[in-house]
């Protein structure tokens, strides 16, 4: 399996070229539940800040990450937390 850190990270830097940027991995905190797998890589979160969030409520923003993040989503990611603001 590929860095799925790595790959949210890559695609939210193209997508956004945010100020301040911080993917975690917070699968070991979901060991045993719903979605986690052995590997891990499954729950991350994610605390970004940038300027294309300007003006926009806190769904668009989210929808914005998610739409950026679709195929992770659609796959290996079962879970994201979104911290997001502009500067």
């Not at 890559?10 to 975690?24: N, R």
């Amino acid at each position: 399996m590929s860095d799925v850190r790595a790959l949210i990270e890559t695609k939210l830097q193209a997508a956004f070229t945010p100020a301040e940027l911080d993917v975690i991995d917070d699968s070991h905190l979901h060991a045993g539940h719903a979605g986690a797998r052995p590997g891990g890589q499954s729950h991350f979160t994610v605390k970004i800040v940038a300027d294309r969030f300007k003006g926009q409520n806190r769904v668009a923003i989210h929808r914005m990450i998610n739409e950026a993040l679709a195929e992770e989503l659609a796959g290996p990611v079962h879970a994201l937390a979104i911290k997001a603001s502009a500067p």
